[in-house]
């Protein structure tokens, strides 16, 4: 059984962008700001020093009750017995993926198109990434992708849809009504001054959104 997994508020981490003196303490700052899921993504990492600090991490969301997602990495998902792992157009196949994990793992899928949202889907991913949203430091290279193109994806897929790509408090409120699961920030939260404050602040910008739609 794949657990229940609430999208509200997805913290992506970087560490090239936190304002902290270790990953953990900013994640664990960002968690106590309201953040509701976490993924790990060290692109630049050596394997054992990504799979040093998904430990660290394992222990802090058990600790807190938080999903943890690894990016792109099945062998430093299961090694330290993650929730599930997010994956991207240019990794392996989704429904390799799937296999490699088996059925109670979470598996995210990055989706710019309806035909690759249709694609996860069929391979039993639990959620998708789309973006970007905006444009964004994090991925200077990431095409956005067109809200008409969002509409679709959401008009034919049945899956949580989280948004990423530039969202910040002014970005933010700009997607009310768009009918997204999540938001998932970056540099928003880790690079905040305050980082548990720009958490508290983006979630319950998220929220404010949500109950906008709901009236």
Known sequence: MRPRIDYTLYLVTDRSQMNAP???????????GGCT?????EKTASSREFYDQAQELRVLTRAYNIPLIINDRVDIALAVDAEGVHIGQHDLPAHVIRTLIGPTKIMGVSAHTLAEA???????????GIGAMFATPTKPDAATIAMTEYQRIRRHIRLPLV??????????????GCGADGMAVVSAILAQPDIERAASDIKETILRGKAAERQ
């Open 118 to 128: 249709q694609a996860a889907a069929q391979a039993q991913a639990d959620y998708l």
């Open 163 to 176: 948004l990423i790509g530039g969202l910040t408090l002014q970005t933010i409120p700009q997607l009310s």
């Open 37 to 41: 899921l976490v993924q790990l993504r």
């Open 22 to 32: 270790t990953l953990t303490k900013a994640v664990e700052s960002a968690i106590k």
